[in-house]
Structures are given as C-alpha cells and as structure tokens.
Antibody, heavy 116, light 109 residues
C-alpha cells in the first residue's frame, strides 16, 4: 500500500491550489481516502474524506465549503482543492487511507506555504 | 464531540506512562479509538487501533484501553525509551465525522 502526494507548494494569498494523492497497492474504489491538515507546531485536523467507488464525500465542519475533495478512478488518485488561500492555510496536508474507523496508511505529506 | 488530551506528559526511561483521551459527549465505546504517534518531522503512525489492537511492528509495550464510566480512552507505554518521545494523538469517529484529540507531547527525561 502506498500513497504518494504531490510536492511542496508556495502560493500567494487569494490563489488556488490542488494537491494530489496517488495510491497503489490496494483496490482504490473500495476504501475511503481522507485528508488531514497540520498547521506548523499544531495538531492533526480531519478535513474530509471521499469514497472513490461512488465519489461519496464528507467534510469536517470547519472545512465544509472551504475545500473540495475529488477522485479520479482512472489513475487511482485523490485530490484536495484549496481556493482563496490565506496565510492561515499554511500547513502540511496529509492524505490517508481509511479502514474501519481509522487511518491505516498515510501519504508523506505536502507542505503548503501561503505568503505574499 | 471533542477529544481532550493533556498537553504534555513526561517520564523517565524504563518507566510507564499513560496518556488519557476524554470524549466530551456521547459514549467512548460507541466508536473505536485509535492512537497515532508522530515523531518530529515525520508522518503519523498508528500505534493502537480499534481501542486496543497493535499493528504489526508496534512493540507490545504499547497498549490501549477504554473506560465507559469516564468516557475516556488511555494509551499506556511501558519500558519507556528515548524512541518513544513524540506527539501522540487519539482519534475517534461519530456520525460521519472523524475527530482527533489535540495531541500530547511525551517527553522521556
């Protein structure tokens, strides 16, 4: 099982960004894939999750309407779209496979810096 | 619901430490509790899942439990080593919402 995320990004406030999470080694359409944010020096925050099998998507209350999660089954990849970026979106973003209420395999993380 | 953890705990090498995770509403036993270890600069790693199960490769010095009377879960680490120094996060689930505790910094003195 592997989840490989796209590389570090630097953006200006107001810009948009899409992070990818390419998976391999398991049946992509049969597992939920989640996104977790970690701001510098802070804890883990669950952002949302998608079931690529039918694109059913759930969002955490703090992230509903703020981010978009999608999946492309043809390339076993999940995406996290962040728009209207602010300095407070500076963080490391992790994708993680979900199994039976927990996250068993994690991507390596994508560091996002938002700065003018 | 919210999962509350102590900000920090510390203990000496070879000793045993317990980290608590208290659920603010609902029953702690209504969903599984997991524990993740995150060393500085590293990806979170599961050390306990489904309340008290250890993934392969995690030493049996790590154990988990839940207590419905206090609506809390605990992670216990025995025989502490310097390698155990890390942040630990509990996590649970309810009604299509996944929640992480705020994290506890374990210092091995």
């Amino acid at each position: 099982v592997q989840l490989k995320q796209s590389g570090a990004e630097v953006r200006k406030p107001g810009e948009s960004l899409q992070i990818s999470c390419q998976t391999s080694g398991f049946a992509f359409g049969s597992y939920w894939i989640g996104w977790v944010r970690q701001k510098p020096g802070k804890g883990l925050e669950w952002m949302g999750i998608i079931y690529p099998g039918d694109s059913d998507t759930r969002y955490g209350p703090s992230f509903q309407g703020q981010v978009t999660i999608s999946a492309d089954r043809s390339i076993n990849t999940v995406y996290l779209h962040l728009s209207s970026l602010k300095a407070s979106d500076t963080a490391t973003y992790y994708c993680a496979r979900h199994y039976n209420q927990y996250f068993d395999f994690w991507g390596q993380g994508t560091q996002v810096t938002v700065s003018s | 619901f919210v999962l509350t953890q102590p900000l920090s705990v510390s203990e000496s090498p070879g000793k045993t430490v317990t980290i608590s995770c208290t659920r603010s509403s609902g029953s702690i036993v209504s969903s599984y509790v997991q524990w993740y270890q995150q060393r500085p600069g590293s990806v979170p790693k599961t050390v306990i899942y489904q309340n008290n199960l250890r993934p392969s490769g995690v030493p049996d010095r790590f154990s988990g439990s839940t207590d419905s009377s206090s609506s809390s879960a605990s992670l216990t680490i025995s025989g502490l080593t310097a390698e155990d120094e890390a942040d630990y996060y509990c996590q649970s689930f309810d009604d299509s919402t996944w929640v992480f505790g705020g994290g506890t910094k374990l210092t091995v003195l």
